[in-house]
Nanobody
């Protein structure tokens, strides 16, 4: 069973930075697309960033160049470097791996809290 474990969350002041990591196990990491989503209270879950198996990246409109997603297939790890964090970025950040072709994968981590104070 796929396991995704997030780390690196915490509390920062506005303008600060955090780097989130997600380690995957029991999955052929190099064949799955990796994603970060976030859940903000009162809002629908939204995509923060995605990196596919070729390294192509996609970001939510709200990112505005502040975040960078990356992956290291050698150690089954994905990172999200977040800069110029704002209070609106406060929420639970969740790692996901996806593959629509066979073998299919649709797995989610438990999520990690990011809190940005004014």
């Amino acid at each position: 069973q796929v396991q995704l474990v997030e780390s690196g969350g915490g509390s920062v002041q506005a303008g600060g930075s955090l780097t989130l990591s997600c380690v995957a196990s029991d999955v052929p990491f190099f064949i799955v697309d990796m994603e970060w989503h976030r859940q903000i209270p009162g809002k629908q879950r939204e995509l923060v960033a995605r990196i596919d198996t070729s390294g192509r990246t996609e970001y939510g409109n709200f990112v505005n160049g502040r975040f960078t997603i990356s992956r290291d297939n050698a150690v089954n790890t994905m990172h999200l470097e977040m800069g110029n964090l704002q209070p609106d970025d406060t929420g639970v950040y969740i790692c996901s791996c996806q593959r629509s072709e066979w073998p299919h994968f649709d797995a989610w981590g438990q999520g990690i809290q990011v809190t940005v104070s004014p």
